[in-house]
């Protein structure tokens, strides 16, 4: 358990605040030759990178044969070299991690959903203790990050709220740009 005085702000009773490292497995990658490389879908894919991290999808250009780091379906990948902080719900059933992502393994208290909405309120934080001329987080910046932790049931319900409350987002920015649109032809004609 976190110490009193290091919990960021108090939580309801049925919660208890602990390090990420306490509840997860942190999974660091390791680059491979790109000799071992292809890029005509042989093997599984190979995550480099922040880059293969777009609009919420993994974006693949090579694959390995013989992967050696694996990150799988439902492990969070997060982009610790370089452009620091970018996070994913890995979909596919298995990729090889560079040495540019980790990936953060739920136990089984921990719903991956849960975990990764708190990573994205966290990053801001791993990106300011990220340093060097490559700016890099370390894994025991996200080992011993803070994490309240609720029942499991009621991170299904927060996560579920979270979604419902992101697509809503979506739909109000949908509709304002139709509206934008819709004035800009009027004001035209």
Avoid at 91 to 111: D, G, N, P, T, Y
Avoid at 124 to 129: D, G, I, M, S
Wanted: with cysteine; net charge positive; aromatic share 6%.
């Amino acid at each position: 358990l976190v110490p009193e005085e290091e919990q960021p702000y108090e939580v309801p009773e049925n919660w208890v605040w602990v390090n990420v490292g306490d509840v997860i497995e942190l999974i660091s990658g390791r680059d491979i030759s790109s000799k071992q490389c292809n890029i005509d879908g042989k093997g599984v894919p190979y995550i480099i990178g922040a880059s293969n991290i777009e609009n919420a999808q993994l974006v693949i250009e090579r694959w390995i044969e013989k992967p050696t780091v694996i990150g799988k379906r439902g492990d969070i990948l997060i982009s610790v070299k370089g452009t620091v902080g970018k996070l994913i719900i890995q979909e596919l059933e298995k990729v090889h991690l560079s040495r540019q992502i980790m990936a953060l393994r739920c136990e089984r208290r921990v719903f991956n959903k849960y975990l990764f909405y708190y990573m994205h309120t966290y990053v801001n934080k791993l990106k300011e203790a990220s340093k060097g001329v490559i700016p890099g987080i370390a894994r025991k910046d996200i080992l011993n990050a803070p994490f309240p932790l609720p029942p499991l049931n009621e991170q299904k319900r927060i996560a579920h709220k979270v979604e419902r409350l992101l697509e809503k987002i979506d739909e109000a920015k949908q509709l304002i740009e139709e509206a934008r649109e819709t004035f800009e032809l009027r004001k035209a004609a």
